[in-house]
């Protein structure tokens, strides 16, 4: 059996869990916990170590998509949630430009762990309060040569048009010569406790 | 779609860069609890400004900038005050008081003013219209923003910076011990003449800026000036430590050879795409 990982990362209240919820053909093992902190209250629950779903691709591959927890106290587990990924994603609410700063951190965060392929993910573009994609690009100091797609997580195709276009890249950069490394399943920081939480 | 938020999290530096590089056409109002800010820009250049508190006309701009003494202010105000700002412009022109050049040097300057109070505002809602041009009638500039960014840039790293070497306004100063060295005899300017006069171990910095109306990047820099001639303390309180950079760790790879990798890619696409 063979596993790969695509890592979900995004500031606080960017829809990881949604995103991942969307795709993951198993229910999302959900860390989630009600928050206590009054700076934090934009929504009652969030993610307190990381959310796990998981694409059986057949009976010799499955996909697993880990969401990084937003909060900052959590980022000691990015390194970890890192290792061994194909790519990933990084996802930012269009709507709060006050979370653009703490997504340009992450990706760069991720960047330095491992130069793999990402995309940019503009999340609730449904959302009245929505940066438009170009000015999002500018705010979020992203190159033309990155993907930024608009997407609402909630919606599966959004969801698949963001991981297809992440995997175009992957494909892309095959081409050019800039392979990725298969890691062994023992090495990709995997949680045990959900490899078979199979429900749907 | 809303170009919106508030400066607490993205500051007029990253705006104006955004309207620029955009090359936006419309207005971005922002709004502190007691100002409201108008910027005009056309194409990504800043064509015009109104502090929301001041209705300045040609007249009064062109006075503040001394193109006209008060007592031309106050007759043209009489003859020409319910002229709009084209129209007046063009009357002085033809009157030979002034020439063209001389009218957009002073409003640019005047709005390229408005625009640089922005950048000492640290809070602040924006939202960017659009559709909204300036007031019909007003004399429009064409101003790159490149310099306005640039020197906005170094205010605000030189704010950045006297916030972390001054953090804490409600700390007291003391005297540093300058045995010999007599403050009269230092070439000391008027703010730092009163605000050693003002050091006393019972009173904030904060309270030293208020009664000596200084704003509080002032007082910093006052403070920080005289610190560096080491003419006076401040007990710092502890500063929060910054968390230690992220090491890359290195991982263990098996290379599975370019037509594996594609081959795997390519499954994992089809398998998304019949999701």
């Known amino acids: ?21 969307s795709v993951s053909e198993i229910d999302t093992v959900s860390t989630e916990r009600r928050i206590t902190s009054q700076s934090e209250q934009v929504k009652e ?10 694409i059986t691709v057949d009976e010799e591959l499955v996909l697993y998509l880990f969401g990084t927890p937003g909060q900052r106290r959590f980022d000691f587990m990015w390194e970890i949630l890192a290792e061994g990924m194909l790519g990933f994603v990084v996802l930012v609410d269009s709507s709060r430009p006050e979370t653009f700063r703490e997504a340009r951190r992450i990706l760069e965060t991720f960047r330095a762990y491992a130069p793999t392929p990402y995309v940019v993910a503009a999340n609730k573009q449904d959302c009245q309060e929505a940066w438009e994609i170009c000015d999002m690009r500018i705010a979020l100091r992203l190159d033309s040569r990155i993907k930024l797609l608009p997407c609402v997580a ?23 010569g800039v392979g990725f490394e298969i890691i062994p399943s023992r090495d990709l920081n995997l949680p045990s406790f959900s490899l078979n939480n199979t429900s749907a | 779609m809303s ?3 508030n400066l607490r999290d993205f500051s007029v530096t990253q705006l104006l860069n955004l309207i620029n590089l955009a090359r936006k056409t419309g207005t971005l109002v922002v709004e502190s609890p007691v100002e409201v800010i108008l910027v005009s820009f056309r194409e990504g250049k800043l064509a015009y400004a109104q502090d929301g508190n001041e209705k300045d006309n040609l007249i009064a701009v062109l006075h503040r900038f001394n193109r006209l003494s008060s007592a ?41 003013g408005i625009l640089n109070q922005l950048f000492a505002w640290v809070d602040g809602l924006f939202h960017f219209e659009t559709d909204r041009l300036p007031p019909a009638g007003k004399i429009t500039v064409r101003v790159d923003l490149e ?29 540093s011990n300058c045995d010999g060295i007599n403050v009269r005899d230092l070439n000391l300017n008027t703010q730092e003449r009163r605000v050693i006069s003002s050091i006393n171990p019972g009173i904030s910095i904060r ?27 401040i007990m710092r ?34 398998r998304i795409r019949a999701i």
């Open chain 1, 1 to 21: 059996m063979q596993i790969v990982k695509i890592v979900v990362a995004g500031p606080f209240n960017a829809g990881k869990t949604s995103f991942i919820q």
């Open chain 1, 45 to 54: 629950k969030t993610t307190v170590a990381m959310d796990f779903g998981r």
């Open chain 1, 154 to 176: 909630t919606v599966k195709n959004d969801v698949k048009n963001v991981l297809l276009e992440l995997l175009y890249s992957i494909l892309e950069e095959i081409d050019a």
């Open chain 2, 3 to 5: 170009l919106k938020g």
């Open chain 2, 72 to 112: 031309q202010q106050h007759a043209l105000n009489d003859r020409l005050g319910h002229m709009s700002d084209k129209e007046l412009g063009l009357a002085l022109i033809n009157a030979n008081y002034l020439e063209q050049g001389e009218i957009l040097s002073c409003l640019q300057f005047y709005f390229t």
């Open chain 2, 147 to 175: 310099n306005i960014i640039l020197d906005g840039t170094h205010r605000q790293q030189e704010h950045e910076q006297l916030l972390d070497e001054i953090p804490n306004l409600d700390m007291a100063l003391k005297l």
């Open chain 2, 207 to 233: 309270q030293i800026a208020s009664s000596n109306q200084l704003s509080e990047n002032e007082i910093r820099r006052v403070v920080y000036s005289l610190m560096q001639a080491g003419m006076v303390e």
């Open chain 2, 237 to 270: 309180p502890e500063g929060i430590r910054h968390p230690l950079p992220i090491m890359n760790r290195p991982t263990r790879t098996v290379n599975a050879g370019i037509p594996a990798q594609k081959s795997l890619i390519n499954r994992l696409i089809n």
